[in-house]
């Protein structure tokens, strides 16, 4: 999901607060299709990537006009009335209460995570096409400079909308396979936080980096849970990884951890021309 | 017929005129030079043709084409390339990224063969990455293609500008000041960059202050001067015309 975003922030360089919002239209589309018409649950992923495609091409085409911050505040509201009208539609979605019992994907945990992580690969290899093809050129250009890509014949309104709705597709069937996995429905799913979240992460991770926001996304979620035993103490937990790793790594993780690898590989190459050296001066 | 025409071309921004029924022609392989002093049009005249603003009465038309409202990336892709004034740049990308994201116009396979890097692709791909290296070695900006554009001097910075307006062969090029405020040795190679366009066959437009540079290097020069043409001609003509001097109060040398 994360790596969906970053099309949108770090290739565009907007700020979507609504990205929750197609987390759960994604979310309550494969559960209400996959429960009330007894279907198997792939129909229900393609269902909600297609629900989210919609929804996130009219509202683009409305929304993607307004620049920075008139575009963070409109889909910020969009978050927040997807929100609303799962509580309000309450007759369907069972409101605040949420429907429990989404079908698993698989019976077994391990064949789950299979599932996810090739799925994930899949979204790698379908974003690492779009940001290494004129595509993604395109997409930079129109972030960089709106006048010049225009000038150059890109379509700047169609490139923006693009993002969005590729994006908003991979939120919606991430959101899907994350209901089918913890096997319940919620409202909370659409709420600011998660939008928030996914900033966080992609911003952590290096803004138009690859892998980056997925390795911010996996530390963000993981390194609280393992201070579990500590309960009242894991949102602390989170704030300090997030100072110490912005005070770190203020670029992004994965720039961060390219350089690393370089700075290490020169200091072993520099190690091993040494040896040689005094191998020589030795003999 | 003139590859570019304008005719009655008016847009006033709340009631300041920029410009004022102006007619222009461009002529096919010629480098046109236009002056007059600040506020007088010119930028405005670019920003209207290369459909970033929309006229308020008027017409212009490109190769016999009516162009006139169409969007700016639509008149890129009719072969209009342009640079803008204080050459802004795709800052954070290198230099022969740059080059290879301007030549987004002549792309012609679809989005889904780029995706699944068909060999048609790949072959366009290569063409375009090809046509970038010539185009590095043309700017004699080989020595710099991995620097991000941010990084290079200025004098760099606007023959990136150039060449990201030209990679992709437009047949009519709008330069907006592309040698204000450069040392006198880098007009001349920019000039002489030009020189080499024209006789390749691409007619070229300049906004310039650089008097010396319009003097030296233009076919024929249009002076612009509160949203009107006042004059056209060769560089003689205008150096003994009356209005111009008059609208520049003695700012030519």
Known sequence: ?283 | MALLEVRGLSKNFSGLIALDHLDLDVNESEILGIIGPNGAGKSTLFNVVTGYLEPARGKVSFDGCDITRMDPHDIAKVGIGRTFQLSTLFAKTTVSDCLLTAFHRLYQAPWWKVLLNTPAARKEDKTARQKVVEMLDFLELTEHKDKLAEELSSGFKRALAIGIALVSRPRLLLLDEPVTTLSPDRVERIMELLMKLREAGTTIVIIEHNMKAIMDYCDRIAVLAFGKNIAEGSAQQIRGNKEVIEAYLGEMD
């Open chain 1, 1 to 283: 999901m994360t790596t969906g975003y970053n099309l949108v922030l770090g290739y565009t360089g907007l700020f979507s607060f609504g990205h929750a919002g197609f987390i759960a239209i994604g979310a309550y589309s494969s559960t209400l299709l996959v429960m009330n018409y007894h279907l198997p649950w792939p129909v229900g992923l393609v269902f909600a990537g297609a629900m989210c495609a919609a929804f996130a091409l009219v509202t683009g085409v409305l929304v993607l006009r307004l620049g920075g911050v008139y575009f963070a505040f409109v889909t910020l509201g969009f978050g927040e009335i997807i929100r609303a009208l799962i509580l309000i539609l309450d007759d369907i979605t069972e409101g605040h209460f949420g429907i429990p019992g989404v079908p698993p994907l698989f019976d077994s945990l391990t064949t789950t995570y299979m599932f996810v992580f090739l799925m994930m690969m899949l979204v790698f290899f379908i974003v690492y096409r779009i940001v290494h093809s004129r595509i993604g050129r395109a997409l930079i250009a129109v972030r960089e400079n709106p006048a010049i890509a225009a000038s150059i014949g890109v379509n700047v309104a169609r490139y923006t909308l693009l993002a969005f709705v590729v994006s908003a597709v991979i939120c919606g069937v991430g959101g899907a396979m994350l209901v089918h996995y913890l096997s319940i429905c919620y409202p909370q799913l659409a709420q600011i936080l998660t939008s928030v979240d996914l900033i966080i992460f992609t911003k952590i991770g290096g803004r138009g980096t690859l892998v980056g926001p997925a390795i911010a996304a996996f530390l963000f979620t993981f390194f609280p849970e393992m201070f579990r035993f500590i309960d009242e103490w894991r949102p602390l937990i989170y704030a300090l990884t997030l100072v110490v790793v912005l005070l770190m790594a203020p670029m992004g993780l994965e720039p961060a951890i390219r350089s690393l690898i370089s700075r290490a590989v020169t200091y072993i190459k520099s190690r091993m021309f040494s040896r040689s050296k005094y191998g020589i001066t030795g003999g």
